[in-house]
């Protein structure tokens, strides 16, 4: 049971809609998701979408730019959903073809009458829904109709002789008739009926007829001659053609005249004969040989041309046509090939080309667009809206909000061991104290050994570069620490509670690195989270990385998830990509984290001093991806 079917322009239009009688369903909320979630954000490769309870499955017409949307029940299990939106885009694409050529569709005051149609697909399509299959019982499989069977004796049936034993066989051990005695062990034998004896007979004497009269006439042919003979060979010639090859020998003066055909001997004659055929022959097979490498030579062309770059197999088709997935699947096979290499997860190299594959397909090109062009121009607006953030996460405008409200801005940092927590954090403290504000630190690793004694370097570090003088002896930077094995959500809570008294504007978290398997560290982390609430929980992550990365956050976000006691689980909210020098022109990891999560990159680490934090620029790792 449907709960709604819409159809929606790119544009933003709603053309026509058809909800469930008697039953208000608000599908406004579950469509803005679905535009807001997938389509904006280049994730349409898969044509299923869940927000709530409501799962809908949706369709692009890339032709006319249209959405066809089916919403109902998660609960349910419909198989005809996918006819029905095939059916009544076909319907309405012959119906509106000449309005949605024209642009004049959305201009229509009047709501379009397609209650009627509608119901009929509808109809149409339930009708035809697979049923499950139901098992057989016993008494009706073929398994049980064959064992009645052989229980049935047909009375009409004669019994065959070969049940009864004859009264004149010999027993074993005795001789027969004919003297001879009969084997130790004797083989049953199939009692044939006397019409079958004779017939076998037939077929016999037949066959040694045919025998004879064989011999008899290879007999006549000659071909019975066992002796050796001497072998000839084809165009060899034999001693007769010595003089005629012999071109060593002067010729006869002929005067300019050509010779007497009477002058040119029998074996002569015959040599030319069969040189003429030989040369025909051999005329035919150059021209056949010469014919196939033709051919050979341009389906190797073709091939070469088809091969050539990434996008080079299709830069020869141009025109004005609709794209299908056939002339599609080879270029995205390539494009699949070369995001791997580039460092992207293989599952979001191969869902990215879905995306792809969807947005393009039924794509009408214009005239002078060639099939390579309008695959990378896709996929470079993909992957530039992929790494655009849904939201903008601005630190500086959140801090000044947070200054008004006379509180601290949090910020959490947490990821796996090693990846460079504690530097980054260092890094952002120097911007945030480049921009004006006093920072404290939480020293939240009380398990590592050292971690502390290395937020103290950063600390003393930080303050050397904007002594306190400066700000009326007061220093920017402070580092709240209360030693190890402590808990860590407890420090956490101390220390906001502390900046607060000491109207220090932001507090850094520093917390343990913990793999995403490691349940009790990750139990931890989602305690302190959900008992502190910080503003931002940034995720650091390398991005050396590939298919680990997606492994990652995947897994912290449901381990907080998981581990939260809230309602409204906390989870990750943006990402900080490290070590972002060191890898060249792969930066595969910023698109597999930014895809799975859907959080932005806030900053990406260049180098290892504490100006050297940037923010993403999205274009610039798109071109370094399609380089």
Not at 84 to 107: E, M, P, S
Request: glycine share 6%.
């Amino acid at each position: 049971m449907l709960d709604f079917f819409t159809i929606l322009s790119k544009g933003g239009f709603v053309l026509w809609c058809y909800t469930l009688q008697g039953v208000k369903t608000n599908f406004t909320e579950p469509i803005n998701a679905l535009i807001k979630d997938v389509i904006l954000q280049e994730r349409s490769g898969t044509a299923n979408f869940v927000h709530g309870a409501v799962q809908m499955k949706y369709k692009l017409d890339n032709e006319y730019e249209l959405i066809f949307v089916v919403g109902y029940q998660t609960i349910l299990t419909l198989s005809y959903v996918d006819k029905l939106i095939d059916d009544v885009q076909q319907r309405f694409r012959d119906k509106y073809r000449q309005k949605l050529l024209d642009g004049t569709l959305c201009l229509l005051k009047t709501p379009f009458n397609c209650a009627s149609e509608f119901a009929q697909l509808l109809k149409l399509a339930e009708q035809s829904q697979v049923k499950a299959p139901v098992m057989k019982t016993y008494e009706k499989s073929a398994k049980s109709q064959k064992t009645i069977n052989s229980l049935k004796i047909e009375k009409n049936k004669k019994e065959t002789p070969v049940n009864k034993k004859s009264k004149n066989s010999p027993k074993p051990g005795q001789n027969s008739s004919s003297g001879k005695s009969p084997d130790a062990s004797p083989k049953p034998r199939k009692v044939e009926e006397p019409s079958d004896v004779a017939r076998q007979r037939e077929l016999f004497i037949q066959k040694q007829l045919q025998a004879r009269s064989n011999k008899t006439d290879k007999k006549k042919k000659g071909l019975s001659d066992k002796s050796k003979k001497e072998r000839v060979w084809d165009n060899g010639g034999t001693a007769k053609d010595a003089p005629v090859l012999d071109y060593s020998s002067p010729k006869p003066q002929t005067n300019g005249h050509e010779p007497d055909m009477e002058l040119v001997t029998e074996t002569e004659q015959s040599w030319v004969n069969r040189s003429s055929s030989i040369q025909a022959l051999e005329v035919e097979e150059v021209e056949t040989y010469d014919a196939v490498e033709v051919q050979k030579t341009s389906a190797a062309e073709s091939d070469k041309k088809s091969s050539a770059g990434l996008f080079g197999m299709f830069r020869s088709l141009v025109g004005s046509k609709a794209l299908t997935k056939e002339a599609l699947q080879p270029v995205l096979d390539t494009m699949s090939d070369h995001l791997i290499g580039k460092n992207v997860a293989a599952d979001i190299a191969s869902k990215m080309c879905e995306s792809v594959a969807t947005k393009l397909e039924g794509k009408v090109l214009g005239t002078f667009s060639t099939i390579a062009y309008a695959v990378k121009q896709s996929l470079n607006e993909s992957l530039v809206q992929i790494l655009t953030p849904k939201r903008r996460v601005d630190i500086l405008r959140d801090v000044l909000e947070a200054q008004r409200s006379a509180r601290p801005y949090v910020v959490t940092f947490c990821g796996v061991n090693g990846v460079g927590k504690s530097t980054n954090l260092a890094k952002i403290c120097f911007w945030l104290m480049e921009n004006g504000f006093r920072v404290m630190i939480a020293a939240c690793d009380t398990f590592r050994a050292g971690a502390v004694e290395q937020l103290r370097t950063h600390v003393a570090r930080l303050n050397a570069l904007h002594p306190p003088s400066k700000n009326n002896g007061i220093s920017q930077v402070h580092l709240y620490e209360k030693g190890y094995g402590k808990d860590a959500a407890g420090i956490a809570m101390q220390a906001i509670y502390a900046a607060r008294d000491q109207r220090y504007d932001v507090v850094l978290v520093d917390t343990a690195g913990r793999m995403q398997d490691n349940e009790p560290l990750m139990r931890a982390l989602a305690k302190l989270i959900s008992v502190n609430s910080p503003d931002l929980v940034l995720f650091v992550g390398e991005a050396l990385v590939g298919n680990e990365a997606v492994d990652q956050l995947v897994k912290f976000n449901q381990a907080l998830a998981d581990h939260s006691n809230s309602q409204e689980p906390r989870i990750i909210d943006g990402i900080v990509l490290t070590k972002f020098d060191t890898i060249d022109d792969k930066v595969g990891a910023a698109i597999s984290m930014t895809y799975i999560t859907g959080q932005p990159i806030v900053f990406v680490g260049i180098g290892q001093s504490y100006p050297d934090l940037r923010s993403l620029n999205p274009k610039a790792v798109v071109q370094a991806l399609l380089k």
